[in-house]
Every structure is written in C-alpha cells, then in structure tokens.
C-alpha cells in the first residue's frame, strides 16, 4: 500500500521550511518499518523506489515546482529511473534521504536521490522526469518560465547525459520474450 500517512507528515513537516533553488538539496529523515520489508528482512527494493516519493514531493513543494503544478493542473511523472542499491536497510533503520535536481534536457528534469546512515551512502537513484499536460509532456521551458526560473539550464553531469543517450537507443516498445515451451 503507498504510504499516504508518511507522505502527509512529510507534507507537514517541510510545510514552512525554506524555499529552495533548483541545485539545493532537501534533506528528510526516515525510518524502514516492519511492512517495508521483504523476505529477506531488508528495505525492499520497490519500497525504496515508493519511499523515495517522500523526499521528492517536498523537494517540488520547496523549489515551487508544486504550486505550479497545482495552478496549471499538470502532473508529474517518471519517464525512467536507474538505481543503485549498496548497502542494506534494516527494520527500523533510520535514514537520511538526500534529494536535488540535476539539470534538464528540454524535456525531462533529471533528479538524483539517495539515502545515506552514520555518512555512508546506502542506494541511490536518478529519475527522469516529466511534467504532463492535457497535450502531453510540456516542454521544461514551459515549466520553467512558470515557475520565474527561465535561466536554470546547467549541463547534465557527463554520466546521467550518457544513461538518456542509452534510454534514447532503447527499442520501445520492447520486443516480446521468447516464451518457455511446456
């Protein structure tokens, strides 16, 4: 089940925290629950990618990118996602979730997250992202003209530039499997 309550309190908690520009990184606290495990009784690699959304909705609250969503009744999604999983997380872990946006290509906004315990990194992911309309995806400058920050357009690190290059050459839609005869 999503975790709706985590998600309000998260909404909460950051509700008045500081505006924040687009290279800044929101910072949360977390902590792996019984029911995020799997049956290996670690944080469960989908949960992680659920849990993520609790850094990463009040990362868009506090840049603004939220209240324009809002006012322009667009949405947000997740166009790809490439992870990392390194360390394990435990039943009642506390984690500290680093979220920040990494820069734009015209049309998807790639964001990096990660969850870090006692300074060492655990997993991490990128995400490329799209703000959709009734048409669509609408064009990054779109949004960011919106939002009053027409001028953020940093390059994309060397390495996220190279995984859109290889998500570009990804045949879609993917071809069928061959199947397991009986």
Same mark, same amino acid.
């Given at each position: 089940?999503?975790?709706?309550?985590?998600?309000?309190?998260?909404?909460?908690?950051?509700?008045?925290?500081?505006?924040?520009?687009?290279?800044d990184?929101?910072?949360?606290?977390?902590?792996?629950?019984?029911?995020d495990?799997?049956?290996?009784?670690?944080?469960?690699?989908?949960?992680?990618?659920t849990?993520?959304?609790?850094?990463?909705?009040?990362?868009?609250?506090?840049?603004?990118?939220? =209240?324009?969503?809002?006012?322009?009744?667009?949405?947000?999604?997740?166009?790809?996602?490439?992870?990392?999983y390194?360390?394990?997380?435990r039943?009642?872990?506390?984690?500290?979730?680093?979220?920040?946006?990494?820069?734009h =290509?015209?049309?998807?906004?790639?964001?990096?997250?990660?969850?870090?315990?006692?300074?060492?990194?655990?997993?991490?992911?990128?995400?490329?992202?799209?703000?959709?309309?009734k048409?669509?995806i609408?064009?990054?400058?779109?949004?960011?003209?919106?939002?009053?920050?027409?001028?953020?357009?940093?390059?994309?690190?060397?390495?996220?530039?190279?995984?859109?290059?290889?998500?570009?050459?990804?045949?879609?839609?993917?071809?069928?499997?061959?199947?397991?005869?009986?």
């Open positions: 089940m999503y975790p709706f309550i985590r998600m309000a309190w998260q909404m909460f908690k950051h509700r008045n925290d500081p505006r924040l520009g687009f290279e990184v929101h910072v949360s606290q977390h902590y792996c629950l019984p029911w495990l799997d049956m290996w009784r670690e944080l469960n690699n989908g949960r992680t990618l849990l993520f959304d609790l850094g990463r909705i009040p990362l868009a609250m506090r840049v603004g990118l939220a =209240d324009v969503l809002r006012r322009k009744r667009w949405g947000l999604t997740m166009a790809g996602a490439t992870v990392r390194r360390r394990r997380v039943a009642f872990h506390k984690v500290e979730m680093h979220s920040r946006a990494l820069g =290509d015209g049309r998807f906004i790639y964001l990096q997250q990660s969850m870090w315990r006692g300074g060492e990194a655990l997993n991490s992911v990128v995400y490329r992202s799209a703000v959709t309309g048409n669509g609408v064009p990054v400058a779109e949004v960011l003209e919106a939002m009053g920050a027409t001028g953020w357009n940093p390059p994309l690190p060397d390495w996220v530039q190279a995984w859109a290059d290889v998500e570009a050459m990804r045949q879609w839609p993917p071809e069928d499997l061959p199947r397991e005869s009986a």
